[in-house]
């Protein structure tokens, strides 16, 4: 099984990715946090652009499951010294690897390194394309938060434009049946987003009504043109960044992170108790390793029963 893009899944394959990670959440609260589950598997983590959360997530997630676990990292990877994907993945496919988890900064590098590998491969971000972990943590943890994700208001944030978070989580949270608006100015919402079939707003005043503010990064490193999308950081913060007094009393914010302080949000924001920053890291890990044992074993059930 490949999670390229979130589509791959129906609404009842990720419920069935989250009774599983509730195990594993479990687990997480135990002193030995690990199983045998992939005991004899082997996960090749293969990160060509830069990662804290997603990498250390997949590493800790196969550690816990027992499986063989190897990172490949952009910089200290061969790929520096000029070698193709493809060369890169032939390599790797020697060590016959149950799962290659891929972060690419070109959209669809994923869906092609499955080409050369008869591994179960699990897109972890693939440039502004598509990054379905985080699509499945983000629900995982509004499922733990509000016990249910049916008829929940969210509103996504900021830089749609480039983000692949956006992407995942606009179609993902649609199949739960959540109510997703995207919000932000104009130069930074996609071309053609008119037929994505969603609510777009240019104003701050669409949080009103929501029960969910997902803010999205600044993402100035996937930048085109010359023209940058906003005048400044300082003044995109200034117009649309926000404090915990924007946020109403019972809303939640979430951010798939990194976070910028003080740019989509203010430091107070992020530390203030209406943020669910880290319990979406949280969430990731026994998400991660829901995934990891269905990538390997479609019947994960039986594995964890
Ligand atoms: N960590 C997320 C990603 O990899 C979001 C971000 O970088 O802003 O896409």
């Given at each position: 099984?490949?999670?390229?893009?979130?589509?791959?899944?129906?609404?009842?394959?990720?419920?069935?990715?989250?009774?599983?990670?509730?195990?594993?959440?479990?687990?997480?609260?135990?002193?030995?946090?690990?199983?045998?589950?992939?005991?004899?598997?082997?996960?090749?983590?293969?990160?060509?652009?830069?990662?804290?959360?997603?990498?250390?997530?997949?590493?800790?997630?196969?550690?816990?499951?027992?499986?063989?676990?190897i990172n490949i990292k952009g910089s200290s990877s061969s790929v520096s010294k000029g070698e193709s994907l493809k060369d890169t993945i032939l390599t790797l496919e020697s060590y016959r690897p149950d799962v290659l988890v891929m972060r690419h900064p070109q959209v669809g590098a994923s869906r092609m390194a499955t080409?050369?590998?008869?591994?179960?491969?699990?897109?972890?971000?693939?440039?502004?394309?598509?990054?379905?972990?985080?699509?499945?943590?983000?629900?995982?943890?509004?499922?733990?938060?509000?016990?249910?994700?049916?008829?929940?208001?969210?509103?996504?944030?900021?830089?749609?434009?480039?983000?692949?978070?956006?992407?995942?989580?606009?179609?993902?949270?649609?199949?739960?049946?959540?109510?997703?608006?995207?919000?932000?100015?104009?130069?930074?919402?996609?071309?053609?987003?008119?037929?994505?079939?969603?609510?777009?707003?240019?104003?701050?005043?669409?949080?009103?009504?929501?029960?969910?503010?997902?803010?999205?990064?600044?993402?100035?490193?996937?930048?085109?043109?010359?023209?940058?999308?906003?005048?400044?950081?300082?003044?995109?913060?200034?117009?649309?960044?926000?404090?915990?007094?924007?946020?109403?009393?019972?809303?939640?914010?979430?951010?798939?992170?990194?976070?910028?302080?003080?740019?989509?949000?203010?430091?107070?924001?992020?530390?203030?108790?209406?943020?669910?920053?880290?319990?979406?890291?949280?969430?990731?890990?026994?998400?991660?390793?829901?995934?990891?044992?269905?990538?390997?074993?479609?019947?994960?059930?039986?594995?964890?029963?």
């Open positions: 099984m490949h999670l390229i893009s979130i589509d791959d899944l129906s609404a009842a394959d990720i419920e069935n990715l989250f009774s599983l990670s509730d195990g594993f959440l479990e687990i997480a609260s135990r002193s030995i946090k690990k199983v045998p589950s992939l005991r004899g598997r082997t996960i090749i983590n293969v990160f060509l652009e830069a990662s804290t959360r997603t990498q250390s997530s997949f590493e800790l997630a196969g550690k816990r499951l027992s499986a063989d676990v080409r050369y590998t008869s591994a179960s491969v699990i897109n972890a971000g693939d440039g502004t394309g598509e990054h379905p972990t985080q699509c499945l943590l983000d629900l995982y943890s509004l499922r733990r938060v509000y016990g249910r994700l049916d008829g929940l208001k969210v509103a996504i944030v900021g830089d749609v434009l480039r983000s692949r978070v956006a992407r995942s989580d606009l179609f993902g949270f649609r199949k739960m049946g959540i109510d997703v608006r995207l919000v932000g100015p104009p130069t930074l919402m996609p071309p053609g987003i008119e037929y994505w079939d969603v609510p777009v707003y240019n104003d701050l005043d669409a949080l009103e009504d929501v029960d969910v503010i997902y803010l999205l990064r600044m993402q100035l490193e996937r930048a085109k043109g010359k023209v940058p999308p906003v005048p400044s950081l300082r003044e995109y913060s200034r117009v649309w960044g926000l404090s915990q007094y924007r946020v109403k009393p019972g809303q939640r914010v979430m951010h798939p992170g990194p976070i910028n302080r003080g740019v989509e949000l203010s430091g107070d924001l992020a530390d203030d108790e209406r943020s669910l920053i880290l319990h979406q890291v949280e969430s990731g890990l026994a998400v991660r390793m829901a995934i990891l044992l269905t990538a390997v074993a479609p019947a994960a059930e039986e594995a964890t029963g």
